[in-house]
């Protein structure tokens, strides 16, 4: 059986999502960032950079959100990874994640949520956070530009619209003003009125009001 291991909230969230939509069956282990325990000599032997998710299958270990929704595309082919079947709408929805993961995520967010990861140096961290929250202010302009009606890569709903729905929380929790951004917050609304979306928030302690 898979085991995933996820921290509320976090981008794990979007892997958990997409188990769920496979109907796939796991075991879903928390890490309490909070606490530190991502940091322990048990989780640094699953995943030595300390970070989630990581998926434990029979073949070995997983981690990175990118590779391990390909690994739930390949192996169900179920909405809410990757699309397969179709080369453009592959790479269409890769480029989506690659720019949500690696710049809105691992850049902007992280220098506004962790600028000790930039510096050590404390007297830097408020210049950081003032220059990763213009950044996003950015980002959220490009991201309501790409939002449509439907989904954001191809007619169907991928991995890249569940991203969406875990930075318009941590926008929220950020204090952002997100009427500014009215169709992200259509695209939320319709992500988070999935079932497999409901359960997988429900299963991390989540709220669904904490997404609108």
Known sequence: MLKLFYSPGACSLVTHIALHEADAE?????IDFAAGEQRTP????????????????????????LA????????????????????????????MLSWLSGTVHATAFAALFRPARFTPDETLHPGIKEGAHAALTSHFVELDDLCGEGWLAG???????SYAAVFYRWARAAKF???????????VS??????AV???????GLKIDQFA
């Open 190 to 195: 319709r992500v988070v009125e999935r079932p």
């Open 42 to 65: 048990e989780y640094l032997a699953v995943n030595p950079h300390g970070r989630v998710p990581a998926l434990v299958t029979d073949e070995g270990t997983i981690t990175e959100n």
């Open 26 to 30: 796991h075991e879903a282990v928390r």
């Open 155 to 161: 007619d169907d709903y991928t991995a890249a619209d």
């Open 68 to 95: 391990i929704l390909g690994y739930l595309a390949d192996r169900f082919g179920a909405p809410g990874s990757v699309p397969r079947g179709d080369a453009y709408r592959t790479a269409q929805t890769m480029q």
């Open 198 to 204: 409901v359960r997988a928030i429900a299963h991390e």
């Open 177 to 187: 003003d997100l009427t500014l951004y009215p169709r992200w917050t259509g695209l």
